[in-house]
């Protein structure tokens, strides 16, 4: 770890010397019509220099596939700089992306991806000395097996990529994008990660969501960071993290749906998301890349935001708990600001709205995560 990467997350740490490592960055472009093309682009360095790579993941919605790319790992190259990365002759940079791909994935299929996509008025997670990203403290724990950063909540797209295989072409004009870093050893035994910002009455507004298993000096903890932009109008942040008193009131986590529900000081956070079809990434584990997850890029997901009054104590929701548990299974489906004013807790609905063409990803065993709900 060094301060360069520390406090700029999205920079690259090629130089490091620990194996196993990984390091990607996952660029979401979604069209106007919901269409979208997921590029994640990035290195592995094996426990042994023979397994060391560079490689360019796609999620194609319209082809309904993902490919995974190998090439030799000095066809990786990165700036010191800035964000601005080169794998073979396709470029990835906070300004934009240049694709120039023509190569067979791992299972032989040939994928031919030409064009370019500029970025605009990018929406950075809020960085200071103590929370150099969204990890928050945790940043500066050297141990960690896994270390996420969001670099662009929601930005703007201009042009095209062409593919030269179907004939078909994604055009990202008007459309909206996503980028986020993750970078260590191995991804979590237990995790569940969705992601959205094509919400149809907040322009801009953006959900992050991620509750994994957190490996810790021996032992296991749950974590948890989520975070919504309520839009370009309100620009308002509002996060959730262990790390900054969030706690998770209640989470039901299946192979097709996700209910969670989270609390922070006076306000909650409701996320229901339901997923459609699922193809499958590559992720690395333990010093392999060969570990496959789910990721669904047809989800739907409702997000609710509430402001408690100031009259109710914030104490009183983890009294309640066992209340607020039940109350999120039993009604999950209806309308929760409701049924918590029923109950004698008046709120305030400070956001309500779905967003569509949304990513979920669910690996390992979800009950160990909402046993800790």
Same mark, same amino acid.
């Given at each position: ?29 979604? #069209? ?8 994640? @682009? ?41 964000? +601005? ?10 300004? &934009?992306?240049?694709?120039?791909? +023509?190569?067979? !994935? ?15 008025? *990018? ?15 945790? $940043? ?13 909540? +929601? ?19 008007? &459309? ?9 050893? $191995?991804?979590?035994? !237990?995790?569940?990660?969705?992601? &959205? ?8 507004? $953006? ?12 032992? #296991? ?17 509002? =996060? ?21 529900? *989270? ?27 060969? #570990?496959?997850?789910?990721? @669904?890029?047809? #989800? ?9 009054? $100031?009259?109710?104590? @914030?104490?009183?929701?983890?009294? !309640? ?27 305030? =609905?400070?956001?309500? +709205? ?9 690996? &390992?065993? *979800? ?7």
């Amino acid at each position: 770890m060094s301060l360069r990467t520390l406090f700029h997350p999205e920079l690259s740490h090629d130089g490091t010397s620990k194996r196993p490592f990984f390091e990607g960055w996952y660029c979401k472009m979604v #069209t106007s019509r919901g269409e979208m093309l997921a590029i994640i @682009s990035g290195y592995f360095k094996g426990k042994n220099s023979s397994e060391d790579h560079a490689f360019i993941q796609v999620y194609d919605t319209l082809r309904e596939k993902s490919a995974f790319i190998r090439y030799p790992a000095e066809a990786y190259r990165a700036s010191r700089e800035t964000l +601005d990365i080169e794998i073979a002759g396709s470029r990835f940079s906070s300004r &934009g992306i240049s694709l120039n791909i +023509d190569a067979t !994935d791992d299972q032989g299929l040939p994928w031919k991806l030409a064009g370019e996509v500029r970025f605009s008025q *990018l929406r950075p997670w809020s960085r200071g000395f103590l929370a150099p990203n969204a990890m928050g403290w945790y $940043s500066f724990v050297p141990f960690m097996e896994c270390s996420h950063a969001v670099l662009s909540f +929601d930005h703007r797209l201009e042009g095209k990529i062409a593919d030269n295989v179907t004939g078909r072409t994604y055009e990202f004009s008007g &459309g909206r994008g996503y980028i986020e870093k993750d970078w260590g050893s $191995s991804f979590p035994s !237990d995790y569940l990660w969705l992601q &959205g910002n094509r919400f149809a009455q907040n322009p801009g507004a $953006s959900i992050f969501l991620s509750i994994a298993t957190i490996p810790w000096l021996g032992s #296991t903890f749950p974590g948890h960071i989520g975070g919504l932009w309520l839009g370009d109008k309100r620009a308002e942040f509002h =996060l959730f993290a262990k790390y900054n008193g969030s706690s998770i009131l209640s989470l039901h986590a299946d192979e097709r749906k996700v209910l969670a529900v *989270l609390h922070r000081g006076r306000h909650i956070l409701r996320i229901s998301a339901h997923r459609d079809r699922a193809v499958p990434l590559s992720a690395p584990y333990h010093g392999s890349m060969q #570990t496959k997850i789910l990721e @669904s890029a047809g #989800t739907a997901v409702e997000v609710e935001l509430l402001a408690l009054p $100031s009259s109710v104590p @914030s104490r009183a929701i983890l009294k !309640d708990r066992r209340l607020f548990k039940s109350l999120c299974e039993i009604h999950a489906e209806q309308d929760w600001a409701s049924i918590l004013a029923a109950s004698g807790l008046g709120t305030e =609905l400070v956001f309500r +709205d779905t967003t569509t063409a949304a990513c979920l990803e669910t690996v &390992g065993d *979800l009950s160990r995560l909402s046993a800790h709900s």
